[in-house]
């Protein structure tokens, strides 16, 4: 599978954004999706994940209450919505993908448990 990610940009402190993770291929509806990112000079850490079905939702500790993960199955798009921003959220995001069962509603979390990520997308929050 593809993937393909966008909607990051500048924000103050406190406003939102919403990041799109666009999958294609023949088979992209058949995946766990999920959020990650690195910030300069970090190892690249989980964000957000949901799974193939959209019942299992997990997030860090760190956004919960602020972030939010949804999918389209339709459109074969996996969203962030990111408000309350702060600056330690700033960062390249990266969506990511993993081939599962419908049933799976194991929380992934390691980007090792991803075999497919999209490019990137850079989230800078000013303080």
């Known amino acids: 599978v593809q993937l393909q990610a966008s909607g990051g940009g500048l924000v103050q402190a406190g406003g939102s954004l919403r990041l799109s993770c666009v999958a294609s291929?023949?088979?992209?509806?058949?995946?766990?999706m999920g959020w990650f990112r690195q910030a300069s000079g970090k190892e690249r850490e989980f964000v957000a994940v949901?799974?193939?079905?959209?019942?299992?939702?997990y997030y860090r500790d760190s956004v919960k209450g602020r972030f939010t993960i949804s999918k389209d199955n339709a459109k074969n798009t996996v969203y962030l919505q990111m408000n309350s921003l702060k600056p330690e959220d700033t960062a390249v995001y990266y969506c990511?993908?993993?081939?599962?069962?419908?049933?799976?509603?194991?929380?992934?979390?390691?980007?090792?448990?991803?075999?497919?990520w999209g490019q990137g997308t850079q989230v800078t929050v000013s303080s």
């Open positions: 990511a993908a993993r081939a599962t069962i419908y049933s799976d509603n194991r929380y992934y979390k390691d980007p090792a448990d991803f075999g497919s």
């Open positions: 291929g023949p088979t992209s509806s058949r995946y766990a």
């Open positions: 949901i799974s193939r079905s959209g019942s299992g939702v």
